[in-house]
């Protein structure tokens, strides 16, 4: 797995090849070249894409009743897929990149919707098609084909952090302030209010995808002012995490930050992780005694004063056992919750598991196609990392790229603990992977006949040559 660099973040100057002029004695005709990485005319659509992450992650329709009517999520989300198509369809460009990992998603949707007459409940099931997931797919493919360059990733992770800085202050203060859900017998604090953290368990989700990307923009960061600001961040997000009460959510960020720790520490030194492991140490008499008891019902379920543990086992139980007897056909996209119906007393509930969720609902051949989707965005992530580490000038895509392999592994995690396989979670992380492969791969690759390399700075609208670089 590669590390996320703490290399210096001065690029080195590029070496320019300048071919001779065309029809100079032994000079090659210039040939056709592919398409660069990005092109400024998709930067209106990244821009609008950004704008809509803006508005799905903080709700702002929520402080502004007056937004409501106008849906402007769904409206800004219209208007980047517009300008995007638009834009690629005018310039005769191709209106995707379609690696393999494109395939899966297409596959995957195919199979839901061919599905659907054979679900328990097919109405139900193209309405989550079309309401849900073709539009975490069309962003999926946005992000994917928009966010394919150093600084259009860099401006991603920028924006990501700057956001969850809105929902850990909200955790902080529904703690502090008792803003609690009661839960069973037991209380949890109260999300923040949009789609994506409107519970507390999918707030810890959300924080801890992002988290990576917070400490990657530290090891980039040379100023002292950023870096003390990513710093406490940083340290809310942890927080904020471990005041969700999340069972999933603690075991996701223990997974992310050992991860880290050791990425760190094989670059630098042990002196890092000791450090924080001390900190740790002594921060444990600080936690809630609440919250010790609920981590101790993970493995013992009987503690959990709650149910919740209890309930959730019985759940995944009678998940297992319906996706053995329906191995090919399942629900139905959506439908698990009417299975367990007929399976349980309990009444409406549904799996918190994303695994278990795909299988029942779309039977073995779509969890197969999940998996792959999964392991084949983690390999993206995985391979940009270490191709741009081997180019000079390229920290940004490295570093970006090992810290989108982590939120990719933390969500293979927190997939046990969540309902999410639809939901835009997974699919905007694994998106950023397949654009962090494409900006690696241009970024290395040697000059095309007929055109001058030009290589993107680690400094957003800083080029190393005199070229501008497409932000």
């Known amino acids: 797995m590669p590390a996320i660099s703490g290399q210096g973040h001065t690029a080195r100057a590029a070496e320019w090849w300048r071919p001779r002029p065309p029809g100079a004695a032994g000079a090659p005709a210039t040939a056709a070249t592919p398409p660069p990485a990005v092109d400024s005319a998709d930067r209106p659509a990244f821009r609008a894409i950004l704008i809509f992450t803006v508005i799905l992650l903080l709700a702002p329709q929520e402080w502004l009743p ?3 009517p106008l849906r402007i999520a769904l409206l800004t989300a219209g208007v980047a897929l517009a300008m995007f198509v638009g834009g690629r369809l005018t310039h005769h460009r191709p209106v995707t990149i379609f690696p393999r990992e494109m395939a899966y998603t297409a596959a995957l949707i195919a199979w839901a919707v061919l599905t659907v007459p054979f679900s328990m409940h097919p109405g139900g099931s193209v309405g ?9 797919l069309i962003v999926f493919w946005l992000v994917a084909n928009l966010a394919s360059s150093a600084p259009r990733l860099r401006t991603v992770a920028w924006t990501l952090t700057a956001i969850s800085t809105v929902p850990a202050l909200t955790a902080m203060r529904n703690y502090a302030s008792g803003n609690f859900l009661t839960v069973g017998s037991g209380q949890r604090i109260a999300g923040y209010d949009a789609a994506l953290m409107s519970n507390p368990n999918d707030l810890a989700l959300m924080l801890n995808l992002t988290l990576p990307l917070t400490a990657a923009l530290l090891t980039l960061t040379r100023r002292r002012a950023a870096r003390l600001l990513l710093l406490s961040i940083l340290a ?4 904020a995490i471990v ?3 999340s069972r999933g959510g603690s075991i996701t960020l223990a997974v992310i930050l050992i991860a880290l720790l050791w990425r760190f ?11 924080v492991g001390v900190l740790a140490l002594v921060a444990l008499p600080l936690l809630p005694s609440s919250y010790v008891d609920r981590l101790s019902s993970i493995d013992d379920m009987e503690s959990d004063k709650t149910g919740s543990a209890q309930e959730r086992w019985m759940v995944s139980v009678a998940a297992v056992s319906y996706i053995a007897g329906h191995p090919v056909i ?3 996209i959506g439908q698990n919750t009417l299975a367990l119906n007929q399976m349980l007393t309990v009444r409406w509930t549904q799996v918190h598991n994303v695994y278990l969720q795909i299988g029942m609902e779309l039977g073995l051949p779509g969890l197969a196609l999940f998996l792959a989707l999964l392991l084949g965005c983690l390999g993206a992530a995985r391979s940009a990392a270490r191709t741009a580490a081997t180019v000079p000038g390229a920290e ?4 970006i790229a090992g810290a ?3 939120s990719l592994v933390g969500y293979a995690v927190a997939a046990f603990f969540h309902p999410t396989a639809y939901h835009v979670y997974f699919y905007y992380f694994a998106a950023l992977a397949l654009a962090a492969r494409v900006a690696a791969q241009a970024v290395a690759a040697p000059a095309p006949a007929g055109r001058p390399l030009t290589t993107t700075s680690t400094a957003p609208g800083r080029p190393l040559g005199g070229r501008h670089p497409v932000s």
């Not at 809310?236 to 927080?239: F, K, L, P, T, Y």
């Not at 520490?265 to 450090?275: E, F, M, V």
């Not at 940004?396 to 570093?399: H, L, Q, R, T």
């Open 243 to 245: 005041l969700t009460f």
């Open 330 to 332: 399942g629900t139905g």
């Open 128 to 136: 989550l098609l079309t309401d849900l997931y073709l539009k975490t």
């Open 396 to 399: 940004d895509i490295s570093a």
């Open 236 to 239: 809310m997000q942890i927080v």
């Open 404 to 406: 989108v392999t982590l």
């Open 265 to 275: 520490s094989k670059r630098r030194g042990p002196g890092l992780a000791l450090a």
């Open 66 to 68: 007056f937004l409501r």
